[in-house]
DNA sequence: CCTCTATATCGACGCCTGTCAATATGAGTG
DNA sequence: CACTCATATTGACAGGCGTCGATATAGAGG
């Protein structure tokens, strides 16, 4: 289960309990954070720009490394983030592996932001 | 300067500039991802969601520190944090300082998320 | 099977960050 | 001025995170 899945499902869940404060509860707040740290690396946020303006809406390891100055073990450390973050979706076709922005977890995101 | 007019001027001047690339820059990555840190932590999402369920749409410090069972050191730590982004307004009346939500700035970080 | 290439994983290192205890600042009050 | 209370700042510590080099995995081609 990805991050923004977590997210939403503990939302969700507070939606509908009963209990103490109306506000963001620690469990919740838990999960949101995880995912805002996913996006709290500038590297990351490059990631995500380039896939986005990628050709096809996808992009392999070895077209992220170059423009990011990294190595390609980092950046494949950045991709699972953004993977198991639920931003990004893996795909691997042969040798190579695309990756590409999961369709709307972006606006999720901005919905879990105007929800504070 | 705040983190958040930090990170839209560098928006809006990339726009303008006939560089490069036209994904992200190296830059603008840099103020968008400090932006994106702010919100990564449980905490500081609990510290928006209460001021921003508070009466009159603001808290003092004293009024923040039960809820997250954490120190006062800690709680202004991370409101200077929220304010240094650019996120919460720092309004000090007498001995107590009151936070309260900038307008429109977690719609404008959405605006940023749907921009990348 | 062997090799080559693309990607993932591991281990280590240094830096950043969240937390606290102690202290400083600063406003209100007697 | 002395005292108190709310808040901010400092210094220190532990844990998390980004990065790299080295290594493992896995598919393609001879």
Redesign the pocket.
Known sequence: MTTLQIAESTAAQACCTPSGTPVLGAEEAQGKA?LF??L?????LRLLSIVKASDGGEA????L?EP??????????????L?DAGLLY?E????????SLVPGALERIADVLSAL
């Open positions: 995880q740290k996913a709290a690396d500038p590297n990351r392999c390891v070895c077209d490394t990011l100055d990294l190595g390609q073990p980092t950046v494949s450390h950045h991709l699972k983030i993977v893996r691997k076709r042969g040798t190579w592996a695309y990756y």
